[in-house]
Every structure is written in C-alpha cells, then in structure tokens.
Nanobody, 120 residues
Framework: QVQLVESGGGLVQAGASLRLSCAASGRTFRSYAMGWFRQAPGKEREFVASITWSGYKEYGNFVRSRFTISRTNAKNTVYLQMNGLKPADTAVYYC??????????????WGQGTQVTVSS
C-alpha cells in the first residue's frame, strides 16, 4: 500500500522559512514525479512544485524563486524549502506522486496534508 507522509508544517510569521518533508513508501517511485499541491480555504488546489527521479523540476507561477524542491531517491523522500513566506502562502500542503514527468490534479497518490499558516 502506497503511503505519503508529510511533516514540517506549522505556524510562522511573515518572512520566515519552513521545510516540508514527504516520505513515500509502498512501491518504487523511479518513474514518478513527486511534489506538492496546496489548498487554501475556499480556493481550488494549486500546483506548487514537482521533481522527477532524474531531478527535473517545475514550479508554480507564484513561487518566484522563494521555494526550492529537492528529492532524495534512496529514501523516497521529497522536500520543499519555503523562504520568504507570506500570509497568502497559508494553506494545506499535500504531497503528491504521479507517474510521468509532471504532477496532475488527477495524480493517484496523495498524502493527508500538512497545515502551513503564515501570520502577518
């Protein structure tokens, strides 16, 4: 059974940094992109970032170099370093795995989510 377990969320002030982690288990993820979506209250889920096994990265348009995604293949773990956090970044962040080079909203594997709250 595939599991994606997120950690690292929390409450921070504007301008602070957080590092999210996601540990995946239950299958090999060599052919899978892994990454993050987020969902703020009353809004649709939004793509944040993704990375493939070989290291190809994609970011959502709003990221503007504030976030960095990385991946440790040997541990099936993906990370999201978030700097310069803004109140608009407040959301539940979901770890996602999808077969292929990119993440789709229809991706088969989702974590339970971790809350990130940024106060002004």
């Amino acid at each position: 059974q595939v599991q994606l377990v997120e950690s690292g969320g929390g409450l921070v002030q504007a301008g602070a940094s957080l590092r999210l982690s996601c540990a995946a288990s239950g299958r090999t993820f060599r052919s899978y992109a892994m990454g993050w979506f987020r969902q703020a209250p009353g809004k649709e889920r939004e793509f944040v970032a993704s990375i493939t096994w070989s290291g190809y990265k994609e970011y959502g348009n709003f990221v503007r170099s504030r976030f960095t995604i990385s991946r440790t293949n040997a541990k099936n773990t993906v990370y999201l370093q978030m700097n310069g956090l803004k109140p608009a970044d407040t959301a539940v962040y979901y770890c996602v795995a999808d077969q292929g080079p990119t993440l789709r909203i229809q991706a088969p594997y989702w974590g339970q989510g971790t809350q990130v709250t940024v106060s002004s």
